[in-house]
Each structure stands twice: as C-alpha cells, then as structure tokens.
C-alpha cells in the first residue's frame, strides 16, 4: 500500500472550514484513499474515502487532485467537537485489505 | 445495532498473568479484526477474521499473544503470560463483506500491566 504524509498537526477557529491535507504521491492506479478520524479515548471513526472523483457526505467533502497524489479533506464548518486526530490512508480495492494507520494530523478546533 | 461491544474497558494486571479480552462485533459483519494503540508505535492491526477463519495474523508481537474468533458473534485475544510493554488499548472492529470497506471500532479496552 502507498504512504501517506500528514501534518502533525493544524488549528482550525470553531465555525470556519478545516482543510487537512494528505500527500499520497505514490498511490497506485487500484488505490483507493479513505479518511478516519479519531476524537480522544475513542476508537477511530470512518468519514469518507474515494478513487477519483471528488465526494460528499453528510460529515465531510474529499477532493482527489487530477494525477491522484494528493488530496484534502474538508471539514466545512468546524465545531470543538470535530477536535480529533485525522488519518489518511491508501489501501488497494479487490478482495480485502487491511487499514494501515499513520501517525495522521490532529486538529484543534477552538472557540 | 449497540455497535461493536468490547469488555472489559478497563483491565490492570500484573505481569505474568494472563489476560484476555473479548469482543463482540456488528451482526452481520463478515471481518473482526484486533487493533493495538500505544503512544509510540501509534495504532498497529495485530490479526484479522474473514467468516471466523485467521487471515493475517503478521501484526501479532510474538507468541504470548492469541487470537480465537469461535462462532461470528465473539472473539477473544489472549495475552499469556503478560509483560509491562504490553500496556496499550486494544481495539476489536468489525466490517461487511460488501460496501467500502469500512471498519466499525469498538471503545477500546485499556491494559495496564503493572
């Protein structure tokens, strides 16, 4: 599977948009990039992954760069309670692949 | 769905003593897997469980660790004997055959091994 590379960590004001960026630059065609966060004493949280295509949901937007070696993920509008540790990860699709976690970025959201 | 049930949440031991922790995933969930997190080596996947069956089982530290998933509905890890660098919380999360994938984390189990 492709590394990652994370800030370790950002700050975000509270209501404002948090912009974590991940580097993949060595992912691969079949790769897939998946998001995870993990707020304190609690174990980690699936947000969002994607191939290509920039997606949506109800917790957050992934932007996938054109040549795919990079992406970001968008917190539209940060409360404290997003306040976590975000992980980026690539893994292959077909058959089953296990998650491997970085150290990821925490992000401090305040007041 | 309760989500994935993890007891205990707390265990404190002493060293040589085994300890065994157990997990009860999502209904339905076709792949268990067991995750360890310690501040310095960050969160590891010790082994993972398609259909009950061990498919990788590469993360495990050594021998004093052990993995059973008896039937779909529980599993147990087993630390014997127990060694203070075995300190950490270990997760259990469960995921559906079909869909993206996504892995579903239980609250964890802190060990303290004294």
């Known amino acids: 599977d492709a590394k990652t590379t994370q800030p370790p960590s950002m700050d975000c004001a509270e209501g404002r948009a948090a912009n974590l960026p991940c580097n993949h630059s060595?992912?691969?065609?079949?790769?897939?990039v998946y998001w995870y966060r993990q707020i304190h004493s609690q174990g980690p949280q699936y947000i969002i992954h994607?191939?290509?295509n920039n997606e949506t949901n109800e917790m957050a937007s992934l932007i996938i760069t054109e040549d795919r070696k990079s992406s970001t993920l968008i917190l539209p509008h940060a409360t404290l309670r997003d306040t976590a540790v975000y992980y980026c990860i690539v893994r292959a699709s077909g058959g089953y692949n296990k998650l491997i976690f970085g150290a990821g970025t925490r992000l401090a959201v305040h007041p | 769905d309760a989500g994935v049930i993890q007891s205990p949440r707390h265990e404190v031991t002493e060293m040589g003593q085994e300890v065994t922790l157990r997990c009860k995933p999502i209904?339905?969930?076709?792949?268990l897997f067991w995750y360890r997190q310690t501040m310095m080596r960050g969160l590891e996947l010790l082994i993972y469980f398609n259909n009950n069956v061990p498919i990788d089982d590469s993360g495990m530290p050594e021998d004093r660790f052990s993995a059973k998933m008896p039937n779909a509905s529980f599993s147990t890890l087993k630390i014997q004997p127990s060694e203070p660098r075995d300190s950490a919380v270990y997760f259990c999360a469960s995921s559906p055959r079909k869909g993206n994938n996504e892995q579903f984390f239980g609250p964890g189990t802190r060990l303290t091994v004294l």
């Open positions: 209904s339905g969930h076709d792949y």
């Open positions: 994607g191939l290509k």
């Open positions: 060595t992912i691969s065609g079949n790769e897939y």
